[in-house]
């Protein structure tokens, strides 16, 4: 399968396609050099991350498995050496994966990896991350409890996270949010305690401290907060709601320390809303603006007592085709808006607002249109990303590109499901009884391919390559009793769970993840790969992880879930070799903005612009830069 000069076959370009001379002046006339573009065309570089080698050691009985990333920057021919304490392990260069197993070794082996360039071996990586137990623990403290107005006691449960370099040393950092135990769903009232957020890093260095204080609801619907590298100077931002009494890492306060907006029924409807970007590195507030859209009258969003008015989303999108923007959002049930924003110089400025209500959008049948969670990506093919925004699509300029007029749902996956055919494939269910319990849709045009009759209240759905028996990505849901193709053809049994997956063994199709293990698909039964050892899954019967994604080594997927006792965040690498090679899915701008949105309600798992699964091509590389 593998090639050591992959080349992305053009159906897979997913960036507006220039003349190499074109390409190549404008890269020059921005001060960067394009590397590892692998096509006989150029395509927009977009900006990522300068990661280190992201070296992980995970230990067995039989030895250790040793993984690093591909970067994007890479050559397409570059192989690798591995050292263990200076000396080096393998006999030949690595040339077919980024994966090596050390038959024997002991669990504390220090290794490092050395990548070999036109002949020349290069300096040697920073140190592997060490999976000395099958995981790795990163420390974390718990804020201490409180009592909330009417009496109750609280304390604090480790949620979702998400991960970026956030003080420019070139390892990914942890940013977790930290939720009471009487955080409320929009719909139930009753008094909360405060979200807290904490930058982490991987040895448990906590950067900073993050209160967002009593003026902002918790729950899983009120807080999503986006952390990336807006602004290219290679430290990670931190985006997020706030109010009057939010705590920067600083210990300065956001507007008024004693402004408290809450009802007695433990809502917060007035009173000013903020969007603030904070330093990834030290916490502190650098712009606090109004957050856009301003809730106005609370009854014009579906509902007089709080609930739908403060269903928020969040995500991150290359609108220019190069560079990250803030989406912040609100609303799906009626009325949703969505405002895009651009961090450059230590200065918000707002580049569009998408309001279903403006005299443009109103009566297309753009109302209600909204989901749980959202996705980004370039589905038109044009080198700018487009935000799916449940059975509708807002175009990268801001106007709305298509509506499928089908209602809300609560999960939705966007990805190069169907390898037969070019672009993005969209796979979408619905909660509403009157409307098609599932969707197939093209996301370009918003054409339905397929769909299921209605049914009820359709609450999961799932898109991955999970069997190798069918082509291309399967399909399923919680009222479907099988799996279905592109077409929509039954293709064998239901899965065990209908939640999360991830890329854990050593094949190129995907694995179930859900509450706190991983199984493998079968034809007559699941196999488990893995349970999670004295930890614990979020948010209720969603069954979540803090995050899952491409965090470390090769790339396959780590799975990230909160100790039993919530003081660590226990991090589970692959075990299992494989003969894959693909660039590592963070310098995959799609995968890239998946992880970034993770942590928004209804925590979906990130998907990449290609398709990976049984028979795929040789994986295409990324026209990426570095800043």
Known sequence: MQHPHPQPPPRRRR?????????ATALVAAGLTQLATGTAEAAT???????????????????????????????????????????????????????????????????????????????????????RTGYKDVPISPPAGGTTPDGVAYTYEANGASVADLDGDGALDFVLKWQPTNAK??????????????????????????DLGRNIRS?????????????????????????????????????????????????VLSGPEYLTMFNGQTGKAMQSVDYVPARGTVSSWGDGYGNRV???????????????????????????????????????????TFDTSSSTNSGKGYDGQGSHSLSVGDVENDGKDEIVY??????????????????????????DLDPSTSGLEYFKVS???????????????????????????????????????????????????????????????????????????????????????????????????????????????????????????????EVVWPTSDNTALRIYSTPYETTTKITTLLHDTMYRTGLAWQNTAYNQPPHPSFFIGNGMPTAPRPTVYTP
Not at 15 to 23: I, P
Not at 99 to 122: C, K, L, M, W
Not at 196 to 201: A, E, P, Q, R, S
Not at 396 to 415: I, P, R, S
């Open 431 to 557: 909660e509403s009884s009157s409307q098609p319990a599932e969707l197939y849709i093209n996301p370009a045009t918003g054409a339905v391919r397929w769909k299921l009759a209605a049914c009820c209240d359709n609450g999961r759905g799932v898109a991955g390559d999970i069997y190798a028996g069918n082509d291309g990505a399967e399909v399923w849901s919680a009222s479907d009793s099988s799996i279905r193709d592109e077409g929509g053809a039954t293709k064998g049994r239901e899965p065990s769970s209908v939640n999360f997956l991830s890329w854990w063994d050593g094949d190129t199709t995907r694995e179930l993840l859900d509450g706190t293990h991983i199984d493998k698909y079968g034809t007559s039964s699941d196999t488990r790969l893995l349970t999670g050892a004295s930890v614990h899954s979020n948010n209720s019967t969603k069954a979540t992880p803090s995050l899952s994604g491409d965090l470390f080594g090769d790339w396959r997927e």
């Open 45 to 131: 570089a977009r900006q990522v991350e300068a990661l280190d080698r992201g070296v992980v050691s995970v230990h067995t009985d039989a030895g250790n498995l040793v993984s690093w990333r591909w970067l994007g920057t890479d050559p397409n021919d570059v192989s690798f050496n591995v050292y263990r304490a200076g000396t080096k392990v393998n006999s030949t260069p690595v040339t077919g994966s980024t994966n090596y197993f050390h038959s024997g070794a002991p669990s504390q082996a220090d290794y490092t990896v050395r990548a070999i360039v036109g002949g020349v071996e290069q300096a040697d990586s920073v140190h592997a991350i060490q999976f």
């Open 219 to 267: 729950g899983a619907h009120y807080t999503q907060f986006q952390v990336y590298d807006y602004d290219g100077d290679r430290k990670a931002e931190v985006a997020v709601k706030t109010a009057d009494g939010t705590v920067d890492g600083t210990g300065a306060v956001i507007g008024s320390s004693s402004a408290d907006y809450r009802n007695s029924s433990g809502y």
């Open 310 to 352: 403060d269903r928020f989303l969040a995500g991150t999108a290359y609108l220019d085709g190069a560079r990250p923007s803030l989406i912040m959002a609100r609303g799906y049930y009626t009325r949703s808006v969505l405002a895009a924003w651009d961090w450059r110089g230590g200065t918000f400025t707002r580049r569009w």
């Open 185 to 210: 769903d929009n719909s139930q009232s009753g008094y909360t305690g405060n979200t807290i957020l904490d930058g982490v890093k991987l040895d448990g260095t906590r950067l900073w401290r993050i």
């Open 390 to 415: 449940g059975a509708m699509a807002v175009d990268d300029n801001g106007n709305g590109l298509w509506t499928t007029k089908t209602g809300h749902g609560d999960a939705q996956h966007l990805g």
């Open 15 to 23: 960036r507006a396609v220039l003349s190499a001379l074109t390409a």
